[in-house]
């Protein structure tokens, strides 16, 4: 069971903007950097986010990140139908637990 | 371009060692300061990450599959592994290799999967 909580499902209408949150604790979130990534049907995943709110060459700007405390968030404005994918959270937890952690997963469809 | 490709068996038995290969092309897997990682998806699951290796062999691992995982570098071949033993149904699952943008944990460039299936 992560420890990274998302909404399980989002939806958009086409040129909308949806938002995505991921709740963590002081041991992950709150003390580590956020990266967010897609998943499109039967694909690898892809970066999206990394370091809160940075994009890798590539990603257009329609996406962002956003980090406050121990939550994050991904913004996707002008919502395309190729966005309609599986969206993941992820940041290291710290000790004890030591480990890479992703969040559970939000599904995004365009309506 | 780096290109990076899971390969081994499709179908592990129950308490026997699952093994696979990430060949990686396009990119020295001894330059730059990259932990190469292995990550999981279980069937309508969500992603589990299994651990990363530096090629100088430096590891880390999730903590829970500690004991069982065992992951190598093989710098001539240009190649990294997995190894997980005693293997159950649980590890059913799509196994990927990464590597990161930079550093260790921001997984920019994915292979494309292979599905290990454990079965009797």
């Known amino acids: 069971q992560s420890v990274l909580t998302q909404p399980p499902s989002a939806s958009g209408t086409p040129g909308q903007r949806v938002t995505i949150s991921c709740s963590g604790s002081?041991?992950?979130?709150?003390?580590?950097?956020v990266n967010w990534y897609q998943q499109l049907p039967g694909t690898a995943p892809k970066l999206l986010i990394y370091?809160?709110?940075q994009r890798p060459s590539g990603v257009p700007d329609r996406f962002s990140g956003s980090k406050s405390g121990t939550s994050a968030s991904l913004a996707i404005s002008g919502l395309q139908s190729e966005d309609e994918a599986d969206y993941y959270c992820a940041s290291w937890d710290d000790s004890p637990n030591d480990l890479y952690v992703f969040g559970t997963g939000t599904k995004v469809t365009v309506l | 371009q780096l290109q990076l490709q899971e390969s081994g068996p499709g179908l592990v038995k129950p308490s026997e060692t699952l093994s696979l290969t990430c060949i990686v092309s396009?990119?020295?897997?001894?330059?730059?300061?990259?932990?190469w990682a292995w990550i999981r998806q279980p069937p309508g699951k969500g992603l589990e990450w299994i651990g990363n290796i530096h090629y100088t062999g430096s590891t880390y691992y999730k903590p829970s599959l500690r004991g069982r995982v065992t992951i190598s570098v093989d710098t001539s071949k240009n190649q990294f592994s997995l190894k997980l033993n005693s293997v159950t149904a649980a590890d059913t699952a799509t196994y990927y290799c990464?590597?990161?943008?930079?550093?260790?944990?921001?997984?920019?460039?994915w292979g494309q999967g292979t599905m290990v299936t454990v079965s009797s």
């Open positions: 370091s809160n709110d």
């Open positions: 002081s041991s992950n979130i709150g003390s580590n950097t």
């Open positions: 396009g990119d020295s897997i001894s330059s730059g300061s990259y932990y």
């Open positions: 990464a590597r990161p943008l930079r550093g260790w944990l921001q997984f920019s460039s």
